[in-house]
């Protein structure tokens, strides 16, 4: 990988070198994938060239990318670059096995990798000309790319009609906590949670919007960043406010992103979901996910005992990585030999949602199999 580094000083919001920029696409001038490289955000914006599958695959792994609508398409071009790759190996079939092996492991809880690889098989699956195979994968990664920006603009419209009747009833600016980044970042475009609001800013709806700061990766710090860019005010707070600030009338509604609903509305996201779910629950807050079709699981009936969830390194807990001096650099917390949990995500019971905010509209935790014909 080739990192270009270049500083934020007066970027816009997606916008780089005069382009509007998206989290991945496929370079026509140097024909290669490039992705922007999460990690550095948001001190400095670094473009990273993927140029195999084992590349995307320590991308996905390591979180250069993230997020479960992103995570999908990086997988779908992954199997793009395996294709291409096996070309060169004196056993194909077995070199594309192990990549996809690889691949399909490198995140267990977004089930938008399975969806995205499953979908790009069944695409190639009877074609048996590798030449052939590699160019349908390559226009259908492109294609799931501009879907996931067209999903990600509909629920955003959707999503704005609960701002805006909220808005009517209050008559001022609407307060919305969200937890982690379901931002841009996390897909190919407007993300899912926060599209509605960049919608509320297009139409001036005053918006307020508290950002749990998100340990241990403190995604919070990717979505403050963006919401900054796009002149929405915003708030980081610890992950252990939000509860005070519901019971205090300071928060109007929820609105979090997903890594996997199953069938009947129950729902996986960042660590710590959970717990907002239930305060607002308690204070009789509105909680809404924002919810990609591609994201939803029909193989599960529920989510608490049958979704895995991603267990990551101790170290994230146990060290904090930031800017000091304009040089990325990590501190330690605890002191050595403590041994520390690292949980990725967690459950949200359906009870606790009071609705999806999808492509099609918003719909009901127990009307997601009849919203969607199932
Ligand atoms: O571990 P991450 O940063 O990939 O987790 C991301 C989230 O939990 C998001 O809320 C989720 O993927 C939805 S993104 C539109």
Redesign the pocket.
């Known amino acids: 990988m080739f990192p270009v580094k270049a500083t934020t000083g007066n970027l816009l919001f997606m916008i780089y070198n005069g382009k509007k920029l998206r989290t991945i696409w496929f370079d026509t001038d140097e024909n290669v994938v490039k992705i922007i490289d999460q990690r550095y955000l948001p001190f400095e914006m670094v473009i990273e060239s993927i140029t195999t599958c084992d590349e995307m695959c320590r991308a996905i792994t390591d ?1 250069y990318l ?6 999908g398409v990086a997988a779908a071009y992954g199997v793009w670059l395996a294709l291409l790759e096996c070309a060169n190996s004196s056993n194909p079939q077995e070199a594309f096995r192990t990549s996809m092996e690889r691949l399909s492991t490198t ?1 267990p809880t ?1 089930v938008n990798l399975l969806w995205a690889i499953n979908r790009v098989m069944r695409a190639i699956d009877g074609v048996s000309d590798l030449k052939e195979r590699t160019t349908i994968t390559f226009k259908l990664a492109g294609e799931m790319a501009d879907e996931d920006a067209d999903i990600c603009r509909s629920i955003g419209e959707h999503g704005l009609t609960i701002i805006e009747n909220l808005y009517r009833k209050l008559g001022r600016p609407i307060q919305v906590l969200t ?5 841009a970042l ?2 190919v475009d407007y ?3 926060t599209s509605p609001m960049y919608i509320a800013r297009e139409r001036n709806i005053p918006i307020h919007v508290w950002v749990d700061e998100t340990r241990p ?1 403190n ?1 919070g710090r990717l979505t403050s960043w963006e919401l900054q860019q796009a002149d929405i005010d915003n708030t980081v707070i610890c992950d252990n406010t939000g509860g005070y600030l519901m019971q205090q009338g300071k928060v109007d509604m929820v609105i ?4 996997r609903v199953t069938a009947n509305g129950d729902v996986a ?2 660590i710590g ?1 959970y717990l907002k779910a239930l305060a607002a629950h308690d204070n009789d807050i509105p909680f809404y996910v ?1 919810l ?1 079709s591609p ?1 939803i699981d029909w193989s599960l009936e529920e989510g608490v005992s049958s979704i895995p969830i ?1 267990e990551r390194s101790p170290e994230e807990v146990l060290a904090i990585d930031g800017d000091i001096d304009g040089k990325r650099s990590s501190v330690r917390l605890f002191s050595s030999g403590i041994k520390a949990k690292n949980y ?2 967690d459950i949200t019971p359906a009870r606790l949602v009071t609705g999806f905010i999808t492509e099609k509209g918003i719909c009901k935790p127990n009307e997601l199999k009849t919203f969607f014909g199932r």
């Open positions: 979180m993230r997020g479960a609508p992103l995570i995140r977004a937890h982690c980044n379901a931002g996390a897909t993300g899912t949670a990766r995604q979090v992103g997903t890594d996201n960042k979901t924002a990609p994201t991603e990725g995500f």
